[in-house]
């Protein structure tokens, strides 16, 4: 576990950042994190409540598109960059591309540059499952094509491009994680799990985009958060592509069923039309990532959908993320 170093976390006050933050902070790093805190989704004032307290950790409000804003962030004492801002969401992207290039691909170029000519030793890009798009064969590694069927998935594919170009050109140390559907407590409103999970607490019928038999590798943050650090503390990574899954799948369908013997409420699904942008089926193959990074993901879906749940209900109203108007 990475201990008393000097640390900036973009977008560490969203979902995933906030509890990466926490795991840091928790462990006497000197965490910097850096977000806009736009409330598109979220009440961040409330993932990072906890952070607020600790003497290690300093918020920053800036933005990625803004390039000195970045540069004074990173200073000269910064040593590692977790970068996990960006605009998320398959279904926003296919509405507002131009949104989602922007924050994803030139933020992050935005980042290259910032770390140019610094201290910093290495830059973890946060990137997506969707680079991949329709899955060619399954399980999925980081050698399968790369074919995009959503503005998101491109726009994070050009991310981990830039990220290349970058190391082979200026030699900068980084290498990109591709996160499979990750979840748990302060998950965004726009993900499934969140989505049934509330239906099905008010008693609705849960909307299934499609036949239900799609099926996700459901990554719990936790195992996230640490498959994340053991790529900051691994050698040999510049360059490099990792995937950061379960290594398994559950369809749309079981998902529901488990949601439904865990929170008690009885309710029928409702099948609807297939969402523009989604894939059938998404599915991990972590070979690379264990071997290299160590990493090693515990959570099974069962209990990291009942954490969620117990989250879900013991959460003030106001503070649970929701969707923009």
Partial sequence: MLEERRILITGGAGFIG????????????????????????????ANIKRLKEAKNCTLIKGDILDLNSLKQAIGNDTELIFHIAAQPGVRFSVETPFKTNEINVTGTLNMLVAVQNSNVE????????????TPQYLP?????????VSPYGASKLAAEKYCKAFYRIYGINVCSLRFFTVYGPRQRPDMAIHIFTQQILKNESPTIFGDGNQ?????????????????AEAKDTAGEDFNLGKGERCSVN????????????AVEPNWTK???????????????????LG???QTSIE????EFVEWYKSTPYDQIPKASP
């Fill in 18 to 45: 906030s509890h990466l933050a926490e795991a840091l902070v928790e462990h006497n790093n000197i965490v910097k994190i850096y977000d806009n805190f736009n409330p598109f989704y979220f009440n961040k004032e």
């Fill in 122 to 133: 290495k830059l973890i890009n946060a990137s997506s499952s969707s680079v991949y798009g």
């Fill in 140 to 148: 999925i590694d980081e050698k399968h094509p790369t074919n995009p």
């Fill in 215 to 231: 099926t996700r590798d459901f990554t719990f943050v936790d195992d996230t958060v640490s498959g994340i650090i053991a790529s």
């Fill in 254 to 265: 079981n998902l529901i069923s488990l949601l439904i013997k865990i929170t008690g409420n």
């Fill in 274 to 292: 297939i969402m523009k942008g989604d894939v059938s089926h998404t599915w991990a193959d972590i070979t690379k990532a264990k071997k290299m």
């Fill in 295 to 297: 990493y090693d993901p």
């Fill in 303 to 306: 209990t990291g959908l009942e």
